[in-house]
């Protein structure tokens, strides 16, 4: 017999578990010892060896190591062996380089691993999906994806997507009844849930049938294997501009080969030097750290509670022009405390602190006794019925677990004295239509002891007033007439106008025969009980949020579910609304097509009782109008939206499965200000990357011009290959890397976003590089050529000078690059990494000087201190020459 063939008691018995408190714990370690994990295999992963081979792989490299064999040969041992030794060490670097790239995605992978609820030695429990066994019970609610194949036991109108599996897009039904039918196909096996499909409607339970391998997904698992590696567009254009700077390099390079050989240098020697030029130059170990760079990066947004998903979001979010950001939760606190209530023309207000369910009831300042009231108790029970908050107490503070707008109208129905266990023995729930944001309701079919069937209906107020018919007054049942329609708009506006959300509760009784299935049929002709009012108090960083977004030419848009005036309300606290911004609802969007969206968009910054769907719209009108956009969002119908998106935002604690997967950005904490804070790194991440190319460019420039300088002017090479490829291995690397760690300018929130069109040599980067390249080129040729003329016969010690000029020279200008501006425009010495970095570089090039027996190795001769006076000028020249030239475009 089949799993779907079996009734409860055999499923129970077969899978040697218990419906009613699950599986104990150590049974379930015992089982995942059994039965391994359950997570599909992966496919395979590059070697650490390979890996490090395949530092080799570079063309010029292996040239190099062919030169250098070669200079074996011919009996130059030494630098042989120590070019070798360098080849070697550049390897290495390289390969912790990638590593560390690889280690952090990884990393980032586990981060947004999924959860699942099982059920465990009585309890639920949040675990992730990897540790759930056979036996195991599953819980799941719309927007989750289920970990694990599952025989269904209960469902409350469960809908599936399981295009994963059948390439069917649209929902199934789920049931947990048995099947008779023996062989059946996945897309029939309605009382069945597989793994990796997405829940898109209701809730459900089931047992766990199958993990890991063994599910269904298991067996196709070889086609979802190689997830892509995804590049950011910086990389993209790293690759091609690699092309180009690699041309060059080659190109330059070969000419200075040329030109040494014209001028009488033997054919050997301008080899070897031209290939460790070609290899110095080429900037080969760029891509690897840009990824170092964009993962540190991203680690840093970790602490600062953002998880990246897709790479290159962290570009885009430099770029981001737009933050559309939902309301509930993400600019306010989700802390709901029901203050004030409303019915038949009457007004009430509850006080009490926090989530304790203790408060009393006042009408004006007079407390009163609830019993006389029976609007208001009605009101409130009704509330509690139609519910599946849970009230609890965590370390003396009182929580709540499930929607915190059902929370409190929980805790409001408790300070009346309702409990809901006793109000389930008196009401038999029998059907549940689940709250959703697009119908903005929710209802539940309750049976009374006497079999008496009533609808209670709890939702949005002015969606519930639309589908009443008549409404409590004074205790008696009355037509709902427009005058009564607006009375109740009236309280609906005084209520949303002190920011407060408002949820309206009606009810009906129908026949107790009547088995409603439909929820179009159930929500209609009810009768309008009152209002409940609950704040919910802006999260307190949020203001100063948008602030600092505004400052970095950053629009901030309220989308919210929410009542238009409620909405208003607290976007004018943010500081969201001004006097020029408008406020659009969910009515107007529906009769605007997107082009006459695009018309108005750019003057609304709230959007009000809108559904989900609406926000694809909105995307998509903004993106039309040039706008980079990022957009939060949690539910499933969320999904499009992120998806479209420039920066898909979904929330870390409300957020679904499906919203966190369609996202490129998850926000731990749920919270608006960290994207801002997000923005901020990315802007800082993509900076710093510049700041890099530009150092290593201009280095490399710098070096080849030396050379090609000195060809031209017919003097001897002004450096000896090995002296050329440790500048690449020591000056370059270690500062390059700690530019990618440094702190951002103090204007990077007070510039507009960057354009995405940008290309990396934008701004003036080009120049810079070019002109910095040729000036250190310069001082080194002249350093050269001074220590040559005082001393002729003696090449080693001009070749020594010149080696310490370009370090130098390079070593300042990496303090140019941390600003755009002038290196005085910060704190030089502000970043310790690079300050580090740099002494740790003039460090071992003194070794390199002084240290009798590198000398030989790297064909050096002990510096005069006097020699030393114009290696220090010559290379702080071009630094000055840039400060002064900044200084002079500054007082005109
Ligand atoms: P945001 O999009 O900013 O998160 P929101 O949370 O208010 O806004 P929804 O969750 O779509 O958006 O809620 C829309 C409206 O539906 C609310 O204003 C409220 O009136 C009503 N509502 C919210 N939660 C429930 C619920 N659990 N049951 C019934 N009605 C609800």
Known sequence: MKFHEMDKRKLEKALNTDF??????????????????????????????????SQFKDFM?????????????????????????????????????????????????????????????????????REIVVGDLLKFTSGDRIGADVRLIECSSLEIEESALTGESVPVQKYPDELTQGNLGIGDMENMAFMGTMVTRGSGVGVVVATGMKTAMGQIADLLQNAEVMETPLQRRLEQLGKILITGALLLTALV?????????DLYTMFLAGVSLAVAAIPEGLPAIVTVALSLGVQRMIKKNAIVR??????????????????????????????????????????????????????????????????????????????????????????????????????????????????????????EFPFDSARKMMTVVVKDQNGRQFIVTKGAPDVLINVSESILWDGKRQYLSS???????????????????????GFKEVSSQTILMDEKEAEKDLTFIGLQGMIDPPRPEVKQAVKECKEAGIKTVMITGDHVITAKAIAGQLGILTKDSKVLDGNALNEMSVEELEEVVDHVSVFARVSPEHKLKIVKALQNNGHIVAMTGDGVNDAPAIKAADIGVAMGITGTDVAKEASALVLLDDNFATIKAAIKEGRNIYENIRKFIRYLLASNVGEILVMLFAMLLALPL??????????????????????????????VMKRNPRSPKEGVFARGLGWKVISRGFLIGIVTLIAFMVAYHNNPDHLAYAQTVAFATLVMAQLIHVFDCRSEKSVFSRNPFGNKYLVWA?????????????????????HTVSIAARDWLLIMGLSAVPTFLLAGSFLISKTK
């Open 838 to 858: 740099v002494l740790s570089s003039v460090a071992l090039m003194f070794v390199v000087i002084y240290y009798p027996p590198l000398q030989p190795i790297f």
């Open 310 to 431: 897709k790479l290159p979001a962290v570009e885009t979010l430099g770029c981001a022009s737009v933050i559309c950001s939902d309301k509930t939760g993400t600019m306010t606190q989700n802390k709901m405390t029901v203050t004030h209530l409303w019915s038949g023309g009457h007004n009430w207000t509850v006080d009490g602190v926090g989530y304790e369910p203790k408060g009393s009831f006042y009408r004006g300042d007079n407390e009163i006794d609830i019993s006389n009231e029976k609007a208001l108790q009605q009101m409130l029970m009704f509330g509690l019925l139609c519910n599946h908050a849970e009230l609890s107490k965590k370390d003396k503070e009182y929580v709540i677990d499930g929607d915190p707008t059902e929370g409190a109208l929980l805790v409001a129905a408790m300070k009346a004295g309702y409990n809901r266990n006793s109000l389930l023995n008196q009401y038999k729930i029998v059907h």
């Open 20 to 53: 009613t408190a699950g599986l104990k714990e150590v049974d379930a370690v015992k089982r995942r010892k059994q039965n391994g994990y359950n997570e599909l295999e992966e496919g395979e992963k590059q070697s650490a060896l390979l890996l490090f081979f």
């Open 718 to 747: 002004p450096l000896v290959p090995i002296q050329i490829l440790w500048v690449n291995l020591v000056t370059d690397g270690l500062p390059a890397m700690a530019l990618g760690l440094d702190q951002p300018e103090d204007d």
């Open 483 to 505: 005058e009564m329609t607006d009375n109740v708009k009236g309280a609906i506006n005084d209520l949303g106008s002190q920011a407060l959300r408002t949820i309206a509760i």
């Open 61 to 129: 490299v292996l040239v190099l190591l062919a030169a250098t064999l070669i200079s074996g040969l011919l009996g130059e041992y030494i630098d042989a062996i120590a070019i070798i030794a360098i080849v070697i060490i550049n390897a290495f670097l390289g390969f912790f380089q990638e590593r560390k790239a690889e280690k952090s995605l990884q990393a980032l992978k586990e981060l947004s691993a999924p959860q699942a609820s099982v059920l465990r030695d009585g309890q639920w429990v949040k675990v992730p999906s």
């Open 257 to 265: 080969v040329i030109v040494g050989v014209i001028q009488g240098h």
